[in-house]
């Protein structure tokens, strides 16, 4: 007797939020966006509007940076959000937090937030996943110094995200020209 067919296990369906800056979406963050698409099947990428942070770019234009670097895929909403993220989980009626775990520092605090968010709203569980090797060391800030003295950031963001940074930083720091 041999192995006729493995049949494709359905989708649970599940939704997770997945909160975040986005300061802008990095390949780190879509990467982590894709991979929950495949276990859960929806998810929402909430937007952190933090009156209190002086954002490179607008709520609205790290939406659209989201939305557009995950047209390939089914089941994406992008929201904005404010307050605390248990309220916009409840709210839109999400199964899960989703964040990612980069390294050992991500961890401690990532935990405790969880904790927290936990005693505040305990059928709510925070879901990790854990950062492909190759996105390890990228954040939004690491991004947004590169791209602020020039260099190549093809890599790390996608194509919709790279070309709002350059145009970001070259009308903040225009080159220099030789007269
Ligand atoms: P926050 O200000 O809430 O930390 P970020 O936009 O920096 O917002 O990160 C949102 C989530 O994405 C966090 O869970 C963070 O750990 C995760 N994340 C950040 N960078 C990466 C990356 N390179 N790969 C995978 N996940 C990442």
Known sequence: ?????????????????????FDPLTNGHLDLIERASALFG????????NPSKQPAFSVEERIGQIAASTRHLNGIEVISF?????????????????????AMSDFEYELQ?????RSLADQLETVFLATSA??????SSVVKEVARFGGSIDHMVPTEV??????????AFPPHRHE
């Open 1 to 21: 007797m041999g192995i006729h067919r493995i049949s494709r296990r359905a989708s649970p369906a599940m939704r997770a939020l997945y909160p975040g800056s």
């Open 42 to 49: 929806e998810v929402i990428v909430a937007v952190l509007s």
């Open 82 to 102: 404010d307050g605390l993220t248990v309220n916009c989980a409840v709210t839109h009626q999400a199964d899960l937090i989703l964040r990612g775990l980069r």
């Open 113 to 117: 937030i969880a904790h927290t968010n």
């Open 134 to 139: 190759r996105h390890s060391f990228l954040s």
């Open 162 to 171: 790279a070309k709002d940074l350059i145009r970001l930083f070259n009308s």
